[in-house]
C-alpha cells in the first residue's frame, strides 16, 4: 500500500493523468512527484495506491497520551 498524499488527490485524476493543480506552492516539482507515481504503479501494480483525499475511513487513528 502507498499513500500518496497530495501528490495526487484522488483516484480520478490518477486516472486521467491529471496532477493536484494550482493549489500547490511548487508545481514542477508536483508534476514530478506526479510522474514518478504513474512509473510507480505501472512497476509495481499489485501495490494499492491510497489516493490523499480518499483516505477517510480506511484508518483508524489510535492516538497515545505520553
Same mark, same amino acid.
Given at each position: 500500500?502507498?499513500i500518496?498524499g497530495d501528490?495526487?488527490?484522488?483516484s480520478?485524476g490518477?486516472s486521467?493523468g +491529471?496532477e493536484?493543480?494550482?493549489y500547490?506552492?511548487n508545481i514542477?516539482?508536483?508534476?514530478l512527484?506526479f510522474? &514518478? *507515481?504513474?512509473k510507480?504503479?505501472?512497476?509495481?501494480?499489485? +501495490?494499492?495506491?491510497?489516493?490523499?483525499?480518499e483516505?477517510?475511513?480506511?484508518f483508524?487513528?489510535v492516538y497515545? &497520551? *505520553?
Amino acid at each position: 500500500m502507498l499513500i500518496t498524499g497530495d501528490a495526487s488527490n484522488n483516484s480520478l485524476g490518477f486516472s486521467i493523468g +491529471v496532477e493536484s493543480g494550482t493549489y500547490n506552492e511548487n508545481i514542477t516539482y508536483s508534476k514530478l512527484s506526479f510522474d &514518478k *507515481l504513474v512509473k510507480f504503479a505501472k512497476a509495481y501494480p499489485r +501495490v494499492e495506491l491510497v489516493f490523499g483525499h480518499e483516505v477517510s475511513g480506511l484508518f483508524d487513528i489510535v492516538y497515545m &497520551k *505520553l
